[in-house]
């Protein structure tokens, strides 16, 4: 796709290392194009970015784009050999299913066989939003995108940029979340142009992902209908709405075939702890070997006051608010080359079901 172009940058690499005639330069490995960014800031840009988006994914290529609760990278769902690609781009196993986003109900159903009350009542409920069915999949739905399986997991979005894009092409958008397979999910465009920028053609900036965690995956192909990967939706309004509802018992099952321990993980090694003080805390850090500067704290209701502040991130205490930081905090640490982030234990309650599901994956050894 990309074809091999002169680069400045490594021409000055070289020169400054010395040695490397010109003429080798061809001999160097093609460094690609960085990701056109679109904006959606204003009606106007807004537009002409769905028709970017649309034009590409028309061509069966794979772009970029926002959602509520992480970016997603998309390609029409209906393309086999443009789901392929995903699948290449993200380096995720083909043993993975990958969800399906719609932008209607009609949609969502032509992607499924059957239609049960289960499904009735949790779309009517919470779509558009952060809930993924997973449902009996149709012919047309290509084996690539349930990796061979009998169901498709469908999705129909509340951010309304992907919104228009599903409408303006007709088809739906196979999309996992836009990061390498099993790290960090991205919130916002740069966490998307930091992993992938050079692997992709298009990212749109539609802001920071509202919900800020994966969507609740559901299975209601079962009776009771079960929760396979726990999110911001709890399983208390799931039961209220569809009686039938059987919350995950152990969040370590492997439910979902992408539901691999260790997952959502940082670079850095992530512990979650709970400290009395400062000097607690500092000694549980000082066991775990991180170099002086090399740590950081994610509080959220004992804050360190007598640490480097430059140290401790300090985000809200309420589950929706925290869920939508947490992953910029993680890509945060990352950046700085942290070595070790610890994260302030949240509460063992419903509310919390999803965010401590990610911080347990995160925090796995393997
Ligand atoms: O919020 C989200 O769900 C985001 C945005 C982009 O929509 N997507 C996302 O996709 O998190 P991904 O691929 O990173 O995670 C999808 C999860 C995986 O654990 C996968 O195994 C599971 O959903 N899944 C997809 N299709 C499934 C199916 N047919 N049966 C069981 N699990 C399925
Ligand atoms: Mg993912």
Known sequence: MQSAKFDRR?????SWAGAKPVSKLRLLPPVSPMAEILPTHTPELFEKAVKRAVELLRCGEVVALPTETVYGLAANALNEAAVRRIFEIKGRPATNPIIVHVASLEMARRCATEWPLAAERLAAAFWPGPLTLVLPRTAGIPDTVTAGGPTVGLR????????????ACGFPLAAPSANRSTSLSPTNAEHVRKSLGRRIKLIID?????????????????DPAQVLRPGMIIPETIVAVSESIKPLTDPFELRSPGLMLKHYAPKARLVVLRWIDDQNLRQQIAGFGAGRRRWHVIAHTRIPLGL?????????????????????ELHRCDEAETNLIVVEEVPDTREWSGIRDRLRRASASS
């Open 308 to 328: 480097p502040p430059g140290q401790v991130s300090v985000i809200p205490h309420d589950p929706e608010a925290f869920a939508r930081a947490l992953y910029a």
């Open 10 to 14: 490594r021409v000055w690499k070289l």
């Open 206 to 222: 539609g802001g920071q992902s509202q919900v800020g965690i994966e969507s609740t995956v559901v299975d209601v192909t079962i």
């Open 156 to 167: 129909w979005p509340s951010h309304p940029f992907i919104q228009a894009v599903i409408r």
